[in-house]
């Protein structure tokens, strides 16, 4: 798979975060299932305050993202590497769907909002493997001080004219992704959801038929 490919299935991948993560949010009341900042600063809060029972959502869902990303790690490093973008996809494709199955069957928050974040810290596996490209919820705080490093190298020639353009889209990915999000869960409420399952699945496929390619290509 050639950067464009990596690239532009980065930025997807980004939105879809920020799709999730809105509708986390929503759900949730102000919580988040990808941004582990805000969930690590409510635990602290909570647990500070003494406010224990308001702790127990925020340390599950930053539990559900380290397994999600341990095990989508584990198997980016276990599985061949051509492998490895489509067997993470994969596997976050069947956490989000689990995530629907579950918020369906019941009205508690807790275990489908765990394999929401599970599926956005597997999706981080996937994207850690751009390299040199900041893509993902968890790096956008540093896309966007590298989007401010690289306007201000390109005002003082120091740097590339255009080298700000890839952190600009990063953050403009996340911006749509979750504003589309919000639109979709209010109309659709968890529903809303088959959609990343969708895309996921559909990378997935792509990326398995492009790998099978380059197996086959290989004398």
Same mark, same amino acid.
């Given at each position: 798979?050639?950067?464009?490919?990596?690239?532009?299935?980065?930025?997807?991948?980004?939105?879809?975060?920020?799709? =999730?993560?809105?509708?986390?949010?929503?759900?949730?009341?102000?919580?988040?299932?990808?941004?582990?900042?805000?969930?690590?600063?409510?635990?602290?809060?909570?647990?500070?305050?003494?406010?224990? /029972?308001?702790? #127990?959502?925020?340390?599950?869902?930053?539990? *559900?993202?380290?397994?999600?990303?341990?095990?989508?790690?584990?198997?980016?490093?276990?599985?061949?590497?051509?492998?490895?973008?489509?067997?993470?996809?994969?596997?976050?494709?069947?956490?989000?769907?689990? #995530?629907?199955?579950?918020?369906? #069957?019941?009205?508690?928050?807790?275990?489908?909002?765990?394999?929401?974040?599970?599926?956005?810290?597997? /999706?981080?596996?996937?994207?850690?493997?751009?390299?040199?490209?900041?893509?993902?919820?968890?790096?956008?705080?540093? #896309?966007?001080?590298?989007?401010? /490093?690289?306007?201000?190298?390109?005002?003082?020639?120091?740097?590339?004219?255009?080298?700000?353009? !890839?952190?600009?889209? =990063?953050? *403009?990915?996340?911006?749509? !992704?979750?504003?589309?999000?919000?639109?979709?869960?209010?109309?659709?409420?968890?529903?809303?959801?088959?959609?990343?399952?969708?895309?996921?699945?559909?990378?997935?496929?792509?990326?398995?038929?492009?790998?099978?390619?380059?197996?086959?290509? =290989?004398?």
């Amino acid at each position: 798979m050639n950067r464009s490919w990596q690239v532009g299935t980065g930025l997807v991948l980004t939105g879809l975060a920020g799709y =999730v993560d809105a509708i986390g949010f929503v759900r949730l009341g102000g919580l988040y299932t990808s941004f582990m900042s805000g969930n690590t600063t409510q635990l602290s809060v909570s647990l500070a305050n003494g406010a224990f /029972q308001h702790a #127990a959502l925020p340390a599950m869902l930053v539990t *559900g993202f380290l397994f999600g990303a341990t095990l989508g790690s584990g198997l980016a490093i276990v599985v061949p590497r051509r492998w490895a973008t489509a067997v993470v996809l994969a596997y976050e494709t069947l956490l989000i769907l689990a #995530a629907l199955a579950l918020g369906l #069957a019941t009205p508690e928050l807790g275990l489908a909002s765990f394999f929401m974040a599970m599926a956005m810290g597997a /999706q981080n596996a996937v994207l850690s493997q751009v390299k040199g490209f900041r893509a993902g919820t968890t790096f956008v705080t540093g #896309a966007l001080f590298a989007l401010a /490093q690289k306007i201000a190298e390109a005002f003082t020639r120091t740097g590339p004219p255009f080298g700000w353009i !890839g952190d600009a889209a =990063v953050w *403009g990915a996340l911006l749509t !992704g979750a504003l589309v999000g919000t639109l979709a869960y209010g109309t659709y409420e968890l529903y809303a959801l088959l959609v990343p399952a969708l895309v996921g699945g559909t990378f997935a496929g792509v990326a398995a038929v492009l790998s099978a390619r380059a197996t086959t290509a =290989v004398p």
